[in-house]
């Protein structure tokens, strides 16, 4: 019975990422310009670099590789922030490129969270942090 069910979890995961996946390919970017962009709209266009890894997954060096073809295409800019931490910030081209290009998916999930009762959506939050809590417990046992 848990093969059945962790399957139909890969499964469903998978297609949740190939649905994101299909949405960068249709705004022309790549999944890690979508996860930055995705963040730095999130948060009014300004957040940490470590805060974007942290929220993204995504690996620093790759996250400092699209950070560093953003700035270059103008999208962003960067500021010293406290230590060696560096602060990403739209632009005002950037501004309307994320609103272009970001806004849609952010307006999409908003729609379906406002679908779910509150209930729904903190039962979602709890059980999505009970299965990353015992996955990382048990990698950590065992890899």
């Known amino acids: ?9 890969t499964a ?5 990422n190939a649905l994101y996946h299909e949405a960068a390919v249709k705004a022309g970017i790549s999944d890690s310009v979508q996860n930055i962009l995705y963040v730095l709209y999130e948060e ?6 470590s805060a974007i890894a942290h929220r993204t997954g995504i690996s620093r060096q790759t996250i400092n590789s699209a950070i560093r073809k953003l ?10 922030g406290k230590g060696r931490n560096t602060i990403v910030c739209l632009t005002e081209a950037g501004q309307c490129f994320a609103k272009e290009k970001i806004a849609p998916l952010f307006s999409i ?7 779910w009762t509150e209930d729904e959506q903190r039962e979602y939050l709890r059980l999505t942090k009970k299965y990353r809590d015992a996955l990382r417990r048990h990698m950590k046992e065992t890899l």
């Open 44 to 49: 009014n266009g300004r957040a940490p670099q």
């Open 1 to 9: 019975m848990h093969f059945l069910i962790a399957a139909e979890y």
């Open 12 to 16: 469903l995961a998978g297609e949740i």
């Open 109 to 115: 999930e908003n729609q379906i969270w406002s679908e």
């Open 71 to 80: 700035e270059r295409d103008g999208i962003v800019a960067l500021e010293p």
